[in-house]
């Protein structure tokens, strides 16, 4: 027989030990009712039982300042997930979920650890900013489905894809994932899937939109969209408009959709001759002088973060690494010569987690950087 256990039993959850974990067993049911906010403090939470929410029955609140899980055997649906994490703390997932109404977020980040989220079709996003959202380092992606006939500047899920057509697309699915594409030049750490019933002759209005912390080094002043039908083949999509200050870039005239992110229009670059010492391309810049270059990669990382800068004259440079609260982790030396320079750090002994590496060099005078995922 089922055991069904009352929301008002979890009011009593606050006061325990913290790092403990709140399971609901194989067998057993929990049932909310009249919107009640059910608060997780520093509480792992792991479902092997029924926990099948429907709009307006209540909220599952995820505070505290230590990182907290949802795994378990059983799928479980949240009416609403909050994200309410401090002190850099961090809600991860270790299984696919179900969401109905929406996620939001107060403070904290939350990491979909290669799981999946199924959005209902009025579920939203709210309050996602650049250090409250979500985000991955692998696969994981949230999903929604929706009717899109007509559609006017629609967000669905405010997952950030707004679209515009006069055409109805029917059933269509939106994907957004935060794995960088394979784009000749790597991608920012945001995609989408845009799976339309009617997927032709579109002439649609796509505004791609993303946040900061996301750009994976690359100049958000030369990012344009690009294309692939397949994830393997990649075409220049180049952009109509582009706001770095709303952190947007928007493509009008599209006839068809599928995967689409952002990168380097290196169709546009200004390549000149190769330099003959260490055979690597120049960019001139407007004053005829060697612009410095900043690639990171892999990232994700393991082992080693290899560097590569292309320096227009002999110059030390200081690579920081910082934690995701801001605090200086490590710093390293290096000196520059004129072209390509490859710089190898080791980030072995790191916890995994996201941290900033950003480099100085030409006396201070340029500083990149770039933030890293550590596995």
């Known amino acids: 027989m089922n055991r069904q256990i ?19 067993t194989s067998g057993a049911t929990l049932k909310t009712t009249g919107g009640v906010v059910v608060t997780l403090d520093n509480l792992h939470l792991e479902n092997d039982g029924t926990l099948n929410q429907a709009p307006g029955e209540g909220s599952f609140r995820f505070s505290g300042n230590q990182n907290a899980t949802i795994s378990g055997t059983s799928l479980p649906v ?10 850099g703390a961090e809600l991860s997932l270790m299984r696919n979920i179900h969401v109905v109404s929406g996620i939001n977020f107060t ?25 409250s959202r979500l985000y991955d380092a692998n696969s994981g992606y949230i999903e929604i489905t929706t009717a899109l006939n007509a559609p006017s500047s629609v967000n669905p899920g405010n997952l950030g894809a707004i679209i515009s057509s006069s055409q109805n697309l ?32 579109l002439n649609a209005d796509f505004r791609f939109q993303y946040f900061d912390d996301e750009l994976n080094g690359f100049d958000e002043n030369k990012i344009v969209m690009w294309k692939s039908p397949d994830n393997i083949k990649w075409t220049n999509e180049s952009f109509t408009t582009r706001n770095t200050i709303a952190n947007y870039v928007e493509k009008t005239g599209i006839a068809d959709f599928s995967r ?13 001759s190769l330099n003959s ?36 004259t002999e110059s030390k440079a200081v690579i920081k690494i910082s934690d995701s609260k801001g605090a200086l982790i490590a710093i390293h030396h290096h000196y520059l010569m004129p072209g390509s320079n490859q710089l190898n750090i080791d980030i072995s002994k790191l916890a995994a987690g996201i941290y900033h590496v950003t480099g100085e060099w030409d006396n201070g005078k340029t500083k990149k950087s770039v933030r890293l995922v550590k596995l």
């Open 260 to 272: 689409w992110t952002l990168s380097d229009d290196i169709a546009a670059r200004p390549f000149t």
């Open 78 to 87: 949240f009416d609403i997930v909050e994200i309410a994490k401090t002190g």
């Open 170 to 201: 029917g059933s269509t699915t939106i994907r957004r994932g935060h794995q960088s594409q394979p784009v000749p030049a790597g991608s920012i750490f945001r995609y989408y899937d845009i799976l339309p019933s009617n997927n032709n002759s």
């Open 107 to 131: 403070s904290g980040l939350f990491n979909l650890n290669n799981n999946t989220i199924l959005l209902f079709p009025n579920g939203l996003l709210n309050g996602e900013s650049e250090t």
């Open 6 to 24: 009352l929301l008002l039993l979890f009011i009593f959850l606050d006061y325990y030990v913290s790092g403990q974990v709140v399971k609901l």
């Open 277 to 312: 010492q260490q055979n690597t391309p120049k960019i001139s810049g407007i004053d005829g002088n060697v612009k410095d270059i900043w690639k990171a990669w892999p990232n994700p990382a393991n082992q080693t973060l290899h560097l590569n800068i292309i320096a227009s």
